[in-house]
Structures are given as structure tokens and as C-alpha cells.
């Protein structure tokens, strides 16, 4: 039994140390190139008999920004972005950094389950992810306003899940 577990352990170790050299790596130094110089035959200039017209370039459009936004919606008591709302938040950012001068405000809203305090807190936690996720896409913090308004102003019956799930929202308005 022992020469049986010596000549075993010999053989893992020849097969390790195999398996070892197989596996190094193996560097191939790249010899330079020379660089061979040619010179340049002269090149004769022959002036144009007929002017060259210069064609005037096109300045570039400058496209107005779109602010149509659509609402981002929240779930039930939850101020995280849903990530169906990131293609949405991603198109608001592209339009909002196209005129810089811009200023927006984002009302967050909630439904009416719970306290009016934790429906406030709520509505501002919204607003500010919103606003988080738009300052991380490159819109300047100080075009955005964050304002709660907690479940003050339903857009829908709060008698219904519908119409609690369209109150949980923020709502993008220009800035005067």
C-alpha cells in the first residue's frame, strides 16, 4: 500500500510540473523595423487658369429642445427609479442639456396612503432621485428645483390602485 501512494504522488507531481512548463507563457521580442527616409521628388505647381469657387459650408442647425415631458412613476411607498424610467429620464437629459439656460422644476407627488408628513418626505425623496439620476446624465444641478407636494395634487382617484399608481410621480415644468 505505501509504494502504491508513493509511486501515485511521484506521478502527480511529473504530471504538475508537465502541466507547469506547458502553461508559461512564452515571450516573443519583436525585432524593430528600420526606418528608411525617401526623399520627396519636387512637385511642380501649375497655377489654375479658371478661379476655384469656395462653396459656402452649411452652418449647423442648431435643433430646439423638446420639453414634452412624460411623468416618471414611482411604486407604492418608494422613492427608488423604476428601470423603465431610465430611457425616459435618459431622453429629458438629452433635451434639457440642448439649452442650458434652461430651469426646470420637479414637483414630486404621492398617493394618499399613509400620513400627509410621510407622503410629503415621499414626494421629495422622488423628485430628488429624479434629479440625481438627470445630474448624473450631465444636466447642471442649478437648472433643477425640487419641490413636494406630497398627495396635495392628484391627477387621478386615489379610490383606485390606477389611480393611486398615476399619482406616485414626478411632473417636469419650466422655470419662468
Not at 411604486?75 to 430651469?103: I, N, Q, Y
Not at 379610490?159 to 419662468?176: H, I, S
Amino acid at each position: 500500500m505505501k509504494i502504491f501512494r508513493t509511486s501515485f504522488l511521484l506521478a502527480a507531481i511529473v504530471l504538475l510540473a508537465i502541466t507547469f512548463q506547458s502553461c508559461k507563457t512564452k515571450k516573443v521580442i519583436a525585432k524593430p523595423t528600420p526606418t528608411v527616409q525617401k526623399e520627396a521628388a519636387p512637385v511642380e505647381e501649375k497655377t489654375p487658369s479658371v478661379p476655384i469657387e469656395k462653396k459656402e459650408e452649411a452652418a449647423p442647425v442648431e435643433e430646439k429642445p423638446d420639453y414634452s415631458f412624460t411623468n416618471v412613476l414611482f411604486e407604492f411607498d418608494s422613492g427608488v427609479l423604476k428601470t423603465g424610467s431610465f430611457e425616459v429620464l435618459d431622453r429629458m437629459a438629452r433635451e434639457m442639456k440642448k439649452d442650458l439656460t434652461a430651469k426646470f422644476i420637479l414637483n414630486g407627488h404621492s398617493s394618499q396612503e399613509g400620513s400627509a408628513a410621510h407622503n410629503m418626505s415621499l414626494s421629495v425623496d422622488r423628485a430628488n432621485s429624479v434629479k440625481s439620476y438627470l445630474i448624473n446624465a450631465g444636466v447642471p444641478a442649478a437648472n433643477l428645483t425640487v419641490k413636494g407636494y406630497g398627495a396635495t395634487k392628484p391627477v387621478a382617484s386615489n379610490d383606485n390602485e390606477t389611480g393611486r399608481a398615476q399619482n406616485r410621480r414626478v411632473e417636469f415644468k419650466l422655470n419662468p
